[in-house]
C-alpha cells in the first residue's frame, strides 16, 4: 500500500528525531466466512475507479470489496501526519538556526537563546509523536485481523471528531455494508449497466473514482472543465438538467463537480451564446450557485460587454447584455472578496451610465477591503 515518512525521537539525546521511511503491507483476506492472512497473495487493481483487493493462492476466488474506502482512509489519516510533519520539518530549520546564534551569542543573550531552543527541541519531540501516532493510525487500517476488529477500529476513528476523517470512515464503513455483488468488480465492471447519458457518466465517477474523491478540488475542477469543452455539451439541456438535478445529492463531491461543471457550462453560454434572453438565464442560474468557483466567472460576464439577440415584441432585436452584467455585478458584490472589489473599480470607467452608478454606489457603501461574502446567499 505504499511507503510512507514516520518520526523517530531519540528521547534525550541531543540530535534531533530522525526521518525514516517504514513500509506498510497487510493483506486482509475473506473467503466463504474464513480469513486468512498468511496464505493470501494480494493485488491492487483499478476497475470503475474502485481500489479493489483480491486474494489468491490457497483462498480461491477470494476477494474484499474494501480497497477503495480503506485506501481513501488510509491516505487521509497520512494527511494529518504530512501536515503535522511539515511544521516539524519547519521546526527543525530554526533549531538549525538558533544553534548558530547560540554560538557567537554571550550573556543574556546566550540564556535568552538557550531556553528558546530548548522550548523548540520539546516542541519538536510533541510533534514527533504526534506525526508517529497519524502514521500508526493510517498503517492500522489494513491490519485489522477481521471483520470485527475493522469495524471496532473504525468506530474509535470516529470518536476523533475530524471533519474530514469521519467522511471517510464513513465511506468505508458504507462499503463494508455493502450487499455482495453491489459494488463492481474487475470481471463485472465490463458488462454492468453503466449511465448512457455523458453527465451521468461524469456523476457515477465522481462516486467511485479514487482520483476524483481526494481532496484536491482542482482535479475535479480540470475534470469539469474538460467536461464542459467537449463539442455541443453548452447547447444540452438534458446534460445541463441532469447535473443541476444532482446539485441536492447527499454525497458532497458529487454535489462538488455536479456544481463545477454545472458553472462551466452557463459560462459558455453567457460567454458565447447570441440568444441573450437564453445568456439571461444562465448568469442568473451563475448568481444562484453558492460555490466560490463561480466568483470568476461573474467577473468574466461584467468585465465583458457584447451585443445579440433577444426576443421583441414580434421579432428578434439587437441589444447588448448590460441585464445580465448587472446581476453578476450585483452577485459580486455580496460575494464581497477581493477580487470582486478590484472588478467593480475597473467598472467605475464602464461605458454603461448604469453599470458605473452601480459600481461606484457599491464602493460608497463598502470602502473597506473586503474579506468575504456579506450575507448568507441562496439562490
Known amino acids: 500500500m505504499g511507503v ?42 483499478s476497475a470503475c475507479g474502485l481500489g479493489l483487493v483480491a486474494a489468491r493462492g490457497d483462498v480461491q476466488g477470494a476477494r474484499i470489496l474494501v480497497g477503495f474506502g480503506l485506501r ?71 491490519q485489522q485481523r477481521s471483520e470485527t476488529s475493522l469495524r471496532t477500529y473504525l468506530e474509535e476513528l470516529m470518536g476523533l471528531e475530524d471533519e474530514e476523517l469521519r467522511e471517510a470512515t464513513q465511506q468505508a464503513l458504507k462499503i463494508l ?3 455482495p455483488g453491489s459494488i463492481p468488480t474487475p470481471e463485472s465492471s465490463s458488462s454492468a449497466a453503466t449511465p448512457r447519458s455523458t453527465a451521468g457518466r461524469l456523476l457515477e465517477r465522481a462516486r467511485t473514482s479514487w482520483d476524483l474523491r481526494g481532496s484536491d478540488s482542482s482535479v475535479r475542477m480540470r475534470e469539469a472543465v474538460e467536461f464542459s469543452n467537449r463539442p455541443g455539451m453548452a447547447q444540452d439541456d438534458s446534460a445541463l438538467a441532469e447535473l443541476e438535478g444532482a446539485l441536492d445529492d447527499p454525497d458532497p463531491l458529487v454535489r462538488e463537480i455536479a456544481v463545477l461543471a454545472a458553472i462551466q457550462l452557463h459560462r459558455f453560454r453567457a460567454m458565447r451564446v447570441a440568444d441573450l434572453d437564453r445568456v439571461h438565464e444562465s448568469v442568473k442560474s451563475l448568481a444562484g450557485f453558492n460555490h466560490p468557483a463561480v466568483i470568476p466567472v461573474l467577473i468574466e460576464v461584467v468585465e465583458n460587454p457584447r451585443t445579440g439577440f433577444a426576443m421583441g415584441e414580434s421579432e428578434p432585436i439587437e441589444t447588448d447584455n448590460n441585464r445580465s452584467r448587472m446581476v453578476a455585478l450585483l452577485r459580486l458584490v455580496e460575494w464581497h472578496t477581493s477580487d470582486a472589489q478590484a472588478a467593480l473599480r475597473l467598472l467605475r470607467f464602464d461605458r454603461d451610465p448604469n453599470i458605473v452608478r452601480a459600481a461606484v454606489r457599491a464602493l460608497e457603501l463598502f470602502p473597506d477591503e473586503w474579506r468575504g461574502p456579506i450575507k448568507s446567499y441562496k439562490g
Not at 534525550?12 to 497473495?41: E, K, M, W, Y
Open 72 to 142: 481513501q482512509l488510509q491516505d487521509t489519516l497520512n494527511r494529518k501526519a504530512d501536515a503535522i510533519q511539515r511544521e516539524f520539518v519547519e521546526l527543525s530549520g530554526r533549531l538549525e538556526a538558533l544553534s548558530k546564534k547560540l554560538i557567537e551569542a554571550r550573556g543574556d543573550e546566550r540564556d535568552r537563546l538557550r531556553a528558546e531552543h530548548a522550548e523548540a527541541r520539546a516542541r519538536q519531540a510533541e510533534l514527533a509523536e504526534v506525526v508517529n501516532l497519524w502514521r500508526d493510525r493510517a498503517r492500522s487500517v489494513l
Open 4 to 45: 510512507h515518512c514516520s518520526v523517530s525521537w531519540q528521547g534525550r539525546q541531543s540530535r534531533p528525531p530522525r526521518l525514516t521511511r517504514v513500509p506498510t503491507f497487510t493483506i486482509l483476506a475473506v473467503a466463504g466466512g474464513r480469513r486468512n492472512l498468511s496464505g493470501a497473495i494480494a493485488e491492487t487493481t
Open 177 to 179: 455494508d455493502a450487499p
